[in-house]
């Protein structure tokens, strides 16, 4: 086991006398070679979990364990085996990526540092063509792959990402993908922070699902889909003004934005679905429509949908 989390609950003063509860007794374990996605909106909390696994904020109860040591007696031992590319963009300035990833290569493995390595990252990434031009002239999505590579080129044990996929064009998106798994099969594990849920489904092995600091719920993308929904989606582009009665009963709307509509229905109904769909297709009502399994969007959304509401006005977390 790389990282136990066990209990994990950090509180902040907040306005007026108000507590804002940021993680509220969670656990949750990742193994060696495991990619773990923590996976939720902005505010929800995630960003507080990374800080403390790090040791730069101490937890107000719980245990954090990584590497058979606690976080919270050895500090420096969390930040010593961990790799981290933060949320925000690395300032380049007239260093390149060579020289900025060397560095960081340098700084971490010392006379081990190979810049074969390194090579390899800019391959795998198709960055080559921008590898010797100043940051202050590259584009963003490069100087988040750059940051990318500082993080990995000596990795520690534990690779911390978050949202490494900002500015990113899609093409090397995908590269950035097999890379992360790349790393993985040495044994280093990976922290996948995001709120990108259609990448995170496909991307992690494991994930857990943060709402105002509560886990709403934890597993393979695999089990939480089957856990709480077995419904199929229909989704519809419309080729007229949508009103309620344009569905059948057997379809719940779910999603509604201009033309385009989201539905939910039982997978037995799938057939009678693709022959209701094809008819609307033929009399010209409908452009085009999908028809697939439950996605992580469509658990996440029906997830936290409500939450808000659901919660006491003086708590709130971040």
Same mark, same amino acid.
């Given at each position: ?11 902040? $003063?907040?306005?007026?006398? =108000? ?45 954090? =364990? ?19 590319? $933060? ?27 190979? $810049? ?17 031009k100043e940051g202050q002239k590259l584009s963003g999505g490069i100087r988040r792959l750059t940051a990318f ?6 990795p520690g044990k534990l690779v911390i990402l978050d949202e490494p996929t900002n500015d990113v064009d899609p ?17 280093? !594990? ?32 695999? %089990? ?10 229909? %989704? ?8 309620? !009665? ?7 709307? =779910? ?10 229905l039982q997978p037995s109904l799938a057939p009678l679905a693709i022959r209701w769909a094809a008819e609307q ?28 509401? !659901?919660?006491? $006005? !003086?708590?709130?977390?971040?």
């Open positions: 086991m790389i990282l136990d989390v066990n209990g994990l609950t950090k509180i902040f $003063p907040g306005p007026n006398r =108000t507590q804002v509860v940021a993680n509220d007794r969670l656990t949750f374990q990742i193994g060696e070679g495991e990619i773990f996605g923590l996976l939720g909106h902005n505010g929800a909390g995630k960003t507080t979990i990374v800080n403390q696994i790090l040791g730069l904020l101490t937890p107000d109860d719980g245990e954090i =364990t990584l590497m058979g040591k606690s976080v919270i007696t050895s500090p420096m031992h969390a930040r010593a085996i961990c790799s981290v590319q $933060p949320q925000s963009q690395v300032s380049l300035g007239f260093l390149t990526p060579t020289q900025a990833v060397t560095l960081m290569g340098k700084m971490r493995a010392g006379s081990k540092f190979d $810049p074969k390595r390194m090579n390899r990252l800019f391959d795998m990434l198709d960055m080559g063509e921008w590898a010797n590579c500082m993080a990995v080129i000596t093409v090397r998106r995908r590269y950035l993908w097999q890379a992360i798994r790349e790393i993985t099969r040495d044994g280093t !594990s990976v922290i996948l922070v995001t709120h990108n849920v259609v990448e995170a489904e496909k991307a992690v092995d494991r994930i857990a699902i943060l709402d105002k600091g509560k886990f709403l719920a934890q597993g393979t993308p695999s %089990e939480i889909k089957s856990a709480v929904s077995d419904r199929m989606r229909l %989704e519809i582009r419309w080729n007229k003004e949508l009103a309620d !009665s344009d569905m059948p009963d057997w379809a719940r709307i =779910t999603y509604r934005n201009g033309n385009q509509m989201l539905c939910s297709v033929d009399q010209g009502f409908i452009l085009d429509y999908s028809l697939s399994p439950t996605t992580m969007e469509d658990v996440y959304i029906e997830l936290t949908v409500g939450k808000e509401k !659901s919660n006491e $006005p !003086s708590v709130q977390s971040v």
